[in-house]
């Protein structure tokens, strides 16, 4: 069981390249998540994902671009990368309903250049 | 979604009770209160999520007064490995964004 797997786990992008962070989930769960975090701070949410096909934005939305085709991905998109998206990007996926706890990937660390 | 407040920084000693709490004062009726663990360099874990009164798992407990506008997680003798950060959450789990977290708490456990 393999819980929710980050592609890739580093990446060192151009200012104004783009590149997709994919997100894999084996656990059948309806909500999926995607959170930044730059150094010494919290979690922001990013965009999130409350079933197959859905996408709502979260706290920091601007500059970035979701998709979820399938129940068991949550793609996130740079567009245009730019050097304030350097940051540490985590996924996390979660049941609907009552008393559910988070699952998290292992991170994605992103340099813009 | 209801704001939490939570000191920034703990420190504490080996074998020592830690016990972080957090403010929530506008919480909403279907709220749940969740807590964190994040160590460096790692994703968060879950340890423990209450509704009212107190839980406990093998990892910690959790009290929350009758008012809720507050909740406690308390660590029974911590230990080095302890070291982390932890936050609170407070969310309604059907909404299926309460996922948004604060700044947390930095939990410094020294020998």
């Known amino acids: 069981n393999a819980g929710v797997t980050q592609t890739p786990k580093f990446r060192v992008l151009k200012t104004g390249q783009s590149m997709t962070l994919l997100c894999a989930q084996d656990?059948?769960?309806?909500?999926m998540y995607w959170y930044r975090q730059d150094p010494g701070m919290g979690l922001r949410l990013i965009h999130y994902?409350?079933?197959?096909?859905?996408?709502a934005k979260g706290e920091v939305p601007d500059g970035y671009n979701v998709s979820r085709l399938k129940k068991q991905n949550f793609l996130l998109g740079l567009e245009s990368a730019a050097p304030s998206q350097t940051s540490v990007y985590f996924c996390?996926?979660?049941?609907?309903?009552?008393?559910?706890?988070?699952?998290f990937g292992q991170g994605t660390r992103l340099t813009v250049v | 979604l209801a704001k939490t407040t939570q000191p920034i920084s703990m420190d504490s000693y080996e074998g020592q009770e830690v016990n972080i709490t957090c403010s929530h004062n506008?919480?909403?009726?279907?709220?749940?209160i969740t807590w964190y663990q994040q160590f460096p360099s790692q994703g968060p874990r879950f340890i423990i999520q209450?509704?009212?009164t107190k839980v406990t798992n093998e990892v910690a407990s959790l009290f929350i007064p009758a008012d809720r506008k507050s909740s406690t997680l308390s660590l029974p003798r911590v230990s080095l490995s302890d070291t982390a950060v932890y936050y609170c959450?407070?969310?309604?789990?059907?909404?299926?964004?309460?996922?948004?977290f604060g700044g947390g708490t930095r939990l410094m456990v020294k020998p």
């Open positions: 996390a996926s979660s049941r609907q309903g009552r008393g559910p706890e988070a699952f």
């Open positions: 656990m059948n769960h309806e909500y």
């Open positions: 994902s409350v079933g197959e096909g859905t996408t």
């Open positions: 506008n919480i909403a009726t279907n709220d749940y």
């Open positions: 209450g509704y009212k």
């Open positions: 959450l407070v969310g309604d789990p059907n909404a299926g964004n309460m996922l948004t």
